[in-house]
């Protein structure tokens, strides 16, 4: 253990170089199989790779489209409209253009995380 310092009349311990500490480690997040297999896939032509790490960021191009495309030449005001994910993004929605669309505020707000029923989608 080392000590970072007193604070408080304590003394601040470093968890991280403790003596003896466990640490879960987590299983590969890659592709599970033999060798042979990976060999087979990649022989076959399909790609096999990692999934980046999802972003709720949405670009300020994707933004000008889907605004230009749902406000038909009207003004975006942030205080009635809200860019909204037509499928959730905390039920596995992207953040692409297709699944992106100009509500009202108290519309979306309304909606929620709920998946889109089926007036929603057309």
């Known amino acids: ?4 310092g007193r604070r408080h009349g304590r003394p601040e311990i470093d968890l991280r170089s403790a003596p003896g500490r466990r640490t879960r480690t987590r299983p590969g997040r890659g592709f599970k199989g033999s060798e042979a297999t990976v060999a087979a896939y990649i022989v076959a032509g399909l790609a096999v790779a990692t999934a980046r790490p999802r972003s709720r ?4 191009k994707v933004r000008r ?6 406000l038909k030449g009207q ?3 942030p205080k009635k409209h809200h860019i909204d994910h037509v499928w959730p993004y905390s039920r596995g929605g992207s953040s692409t253009e ?3 669309r100009v509500l ?3 519309e979306n ?3 929620g995380s709920k998946k889109p029923r089926i007036k929603d989608l057309f």
């Open 1 to 4: 253990m080392r000590s970072l």
């Open 57 to 60: 960021h949405i670009s300020a």
């Open 65 to 70: 489209k889907v605004i230009e495309r749902d």
């Open 75 to 77: 003004k975006y005001d």
């Open 98 to 100: 297709d699944n992106l």
């Open 104 to 106: 009202d505020k108290g």
């Open 109 to 111: 707000l309304k909606k």
